[in-house]
């Protein structure tokens, strides 16, 4: 199978109803040695691997993505992008067609580029070019402009295009796959997240064999960049939406900017960016609760009465809701142990944010193939450590809505 998310794919997956269904019965075919066979080799992947059965290739590639939910965006994301693109990839290399990817692609026909044309873009001038190469620039397949352009990221004059559709050489059809692939692969782990509760202990299991992979994997990485854990504020870091929410809104947005935003942004940045776990309270990630009270709450207190008008003065008991987000409960008067009387609500989803309050939605350059506010930060703090660099193709994304049980 060329593509675990390609319409093939998709046909086997019918029978099963929906991916959750689909989740729980993957254990009664497949072992975690199985599963884990996809990412546990070095060098170039196995025969095996390459040959693998189309059945056996979507059982063990799906329970990865289970094993995901509990960890969308660590470096077990990273450890599974790159096995498994490096299996798919050499398996187009041995296909003839690529009719089978997820992009909407089509082959076309000598008559669809005029020859003049075509004898430009080709190249077929210059005599002096060896087979391969010739091979490298003919153009073979294409796809409607409304598919190519977001998964395209160079120069539209280095592209054929003609009455709606881009002509792609199969190089370049590949790059636009492998980008899909990321984006699909994060996007399926994301929406996984939510149900991760609901999943067999086999994905659970899976999932810390994959952490112990990626942690001997990426060691070096890890070290040279530390725990991405309890650390001071770094403002200059925050992604746009934040910064908008700390600079004050209007009376309509409010709530949602200070309360639901910021309140969940700034603590989880500060105490705890990188939470092992989905009921997570801020008693389990620092011992003194008056790193609350003296760096979380004045940010937030100093946001609300930036707004228009002052939030906490036109509703004061919007103070106990605050610490109600941050897990304490309704109270004005909260102890370390009143964390985890209630959810210490997840900062939302970059698309609830735009649905909710799309004034505060004004994306950057890093905002790219993020899609939590805390993924953004996370990034950046990484990027400043050297331990990547900014761009978006190598950082963890698919984060779920809350910690527990949030509809913020």
């Known amino acids: 199978m060329l593509d675990p998310f390609g319409k093939k794919a998709r046909e086997s997956l019918k029978e099963f109803g929906n991916m959750g269904e689909f989740l729980i019965r993957i254990p009664t075919y497949i072992t975690i040695e199985d599963a884990l066979s996809r990412v546990s080799w070095e060098g170039e992947p196995s025969k095996g691997l390459i040959e693998m059965d189309d059945w056996k290739d979507i059982l063990s590639f799906y329970a990865l993505l289970g094993a995901l939910a509990f960890a969308p965006y660590g ?22 067609g690529l009719e089978e990817l997820s992009i909407h692609v089509r082959e076309i026909s000598e008559e669809e580029i005029p020859g003049r044309d075509r004898h430009i873009i080709e190249r077929l001038g210059y005599s002096e070019l060896a087979e391969e190469d010739r091979r490298k620039l003919r153009v073979e397949y294409k796809m409607w402009l ?28 590949i790059k636009l796959w492998r980008r899909a692939f990321e984006a699909n692969i994060e996007r399926a782990a994301g929406k996984l997240y939510e149900i991760r509760d609901e999943l067999p ?112 003065e036109d509703q004061p008991n919007e103070v106990k809701n605050i610490w ?47 899609k939590n506010p805390l993924t953004y930060y996370i990034r950046r703090l990484r990027a400043e450590s050297g331990g990547e660099s900014e761009g978006p193709t ?13 509809d913020t």
């Open 201 to 312: 202990g086999f994905y659970r299991e899976l999932y810390e064999r994959l952490s112990e992979l990626a942690r001997e994997k990426f060691r070096e990485r890890i070290e040279k960049m530390g725990s991405v854990g309890a650390q001071p504020l770094r403002f200059d870091l925050f992604p746009p939406c934040v910064k908008k929410a700390m600079e004050g809104v209007g009376s309509g947005m409010r709530n949602y900017a200070i309360t639901v935003l910021l309140t969940s942004f700034i603590s989880y940045a500060r105490l705890c960016p990188n939470p092992p776990r989905r009921d997570v309270r801020i008693k389990d990630c620092v011992n003194d609760p008056s790193v609350v009270e003296k760096e979380i709450l004045p940010v937030i207190i100093e946001a609300g009465n930036r707004c228009k008008p002052p939030l906490f």
């Open 394 to 406: 190598k950082e963890e994304v698919g984060e779920g809505n809350a910690v527990q049980g949030s």
């Open 146 to 173: 409304r598919h190519f352009l977001p998964l395209w990221s160079g120069s539209l004059k280095e592209v054929y295009i003609r009455n709606g559709w881009a002509y792609l050489r199969r190089d370049d059809l």
């Open 75 to 96: 470096f077990e994301m990273e450890l599974v992008k790159e096995k498994n693109l490096a299996i798919y990839l050499e398996r187009m290399k041995r296909s003839t």
């Open 324 to 370: 109600y987000h941050l897990g304490f409960g309704f109270t004005d008067r909260p102890t370390l142990e009143d964390s985890g009387n209630t959810p210490w609500y997840f900062p939302p989803n970059c698309d609830k944010i735009r649905a909710n309050a799309p004034e505060l939605c004004r994306p950057d350059k890093y905002c790219r193939g993020v």
